[in-house]
């Protein structure tokens, strides 16, 4: 008889990176999946961008409307970037503790 697996799959090492201005990355809710591996998300600066999930992030990192991520914006003028961290729930609660997001925010990014 196989054995059962339990326990949660994302089991994350290290601690959560944090947007930095000096490297261009900022907070992002994911309002919708626009299938292809993009996204549409709704930034701190108050743009919608579209973002890019990445090749090592597709299969293990699922992305659902409403949930918080860390993006990387390209610097061109039209409006895309890359994801580059998907926050957990509880990665999210820590940021509201620290100030960094509000839960009017994400509220707002799911419209």
């Given amino acids: 008889m196989a054995k059962k697996k339990g326990g949660r799959r994302d089991k994350r090492k290290g601690e959560m990176p944090l947007p930095n201005e000096e490297e261009g ?3 992002c809710v994911v309002r919708r999946n626009l299938g292809g591996g993009f ?3 709704f930034c701190k ?3 919608i961008y579209k973002a890019w999930i990445p090749g090592k ?3 293990r990192a699922w992305m659902r409307e409403g949930d918080v991520i860390l ?3 390209w610097g061109s003028r039209d409006m895309k970037g890359e994801v ?8 999210v609660k820590k940021l509201m503790e620290m100030g960094l997001i509000t ?3 994400i509220e707002e990014g799911m419209e």
């Fill in 25 to 27: 990355t900022m907070l």
């Fill in 57 to 59: 992030m597709r299969r």
């Fill in 39 to 41: 996204l549409e998300v």
């Fill in 45 to 47: 600066d108050g743009e």
């Fill in 71 to 73: 993006f990387l914006p």
């Fill in 84 to 91: 580059v961290y998907r926050y957990l729930r509880d990665e």
């Fill in 103 to 105: 839960e009017e925010f």
